[in-house]
């Protein structure tokens, strides 16, 4: 059973850093496409960003572009979410997801538990 586990959320000031990081175990993590969402209070969930397999392409949503940047380590079964710049817009619920398909879609087949992150302003 694949299971994806989530750290480093917590509260931070306006123009603050914090990096997420995720933790993936069950599978094989190298073949999966892997990414961040993020769900704000009262909002639904939206797509922040994702690396390939070899982590050699990575895309953003442009809110987020140029502030945060996702890496991951296929030796060590974690993808991570640095987050620089942060804006209290930027407040919500982090869930980290793993897909089976090439290409990380709006549905991944894996999902994290979530980690709040609270910009304060």
């Known amino acids: 059973q694949v299971q994806l586990v989530e750290s480093g959320g917590g509260l931070v000031q306006t123009g603050g850093s914090l990096k997420l990081s995720c933790a993936v175990s069950?599978?094989?993590?190298?073949?999966?496409?892997m990414g961040w969402f993020r769900q704000a209070p009262g909002k639904e969930r939206e797509f922040v960003g994702r690396?390939?397999?070899?982590?050699?392409?990575?895309v953003y949503v442009d809110s987020v572009k140029g502030r945060f940047t996702i890496t991951r380590d296929n030796a060590k079964n974690t993808v991570n979410l640095q987050m620089n710049s942060l804006k209290p817009e930027d407040t919500a619920v982090y869930y980290c997801?793993?897909?089976?398909?090439?290409?990380?879609?709006?549905?991944?087949?894996?999902w994290g538990q979530g980690t709040q992150v609270t910009v304060s302003s």
């Open positions: 997801a793993a897909d089976v398909r090439m290409v990380l879609s709006d549905r991944p087949q894996y």
């Open positions: 069950g599978g094989t993590f190298s073949s999966y496409a």
């Open positions: 690396i390939s397999r070899s982590g050699g392409s990575r």
